[in-house]
């Protein structure tokens, strides 16, 4: 069933805000079938929809290359629009790091390890991806920490993962792994200033939490 022109003329009257999930991917695929396929694809998460790659979008039937292609471009000017938006020159805080870090990895469906280096005057020098996991973890490579933080003049460090899942509970692994990079840290001339966990819509300090 084709998208009806009094739902395309609805969205465009009272803007994109009250347009229900299946609506908005309905103006995207020009179908409400092929969106509400598209939408149950993804467990009925707009989330997993955004990070569908193109070859996943084209084994949902009514969606073609082109198609895909076109809302793999949608998707990823969103992502770029967010760091733009999230692109601080400064890092401050966990706050600070949240903002920077949910374009990158806050939509992702598998955990990243993320690592944000700080220089003098709390000034954002980069921010690199260390490693990637399944659902269930990632290792954090301290060569490759510590290589970019000598190559970059940095004094502070910020580590960063995702919880796909949404929830922000920690590991007894992943507090352990904390405590034994803040050391690591100290020995090198470093500050190991906060891990954080990223989701879609919130974050965790480890630091506020009295867990390094």
Known sequence: MKIKTEDRDKIIDCGTDGATDVELLSVMTGSIEIAT??????AGSLRRV??????????????????????????????????EINNRKFIYNADDVFNVMVADIGLI???????????A???????????QGGLNGTDADRRIIFRYAYALGAQELYICHNHPSGCLAVSDADVSMTRQMSKACALLGFRL????????????????????
């Open 109 to 119: 469906p598998h955990e990243e390890l993320w690592v944000v280096y700080v220089g």
């Open 193 to 212: 200033s906060d891990h954080v966990v990223v989701t879609s819509s919130s974050y965790m300090s480890m630091r506020e939490r009295g867990l390094m």
């Open 37 to 42: 396929r598209l939408l149950e694809e993804g």
């Open 50 to 83: 955004v990070t569908m790659s193109i070859d996943e979008m084209c084994g949902i039937k009514g969606i073609g290359r082109v198609k895909a292609s076109e809302m793999a471009a949608a998707f990823e000017i969103y992502r770029r629009a967010q760091r």
């Open 121 to 131: 005057a709390k000034r954002l020098l980069a921010r690199k991806r260390i490693s």
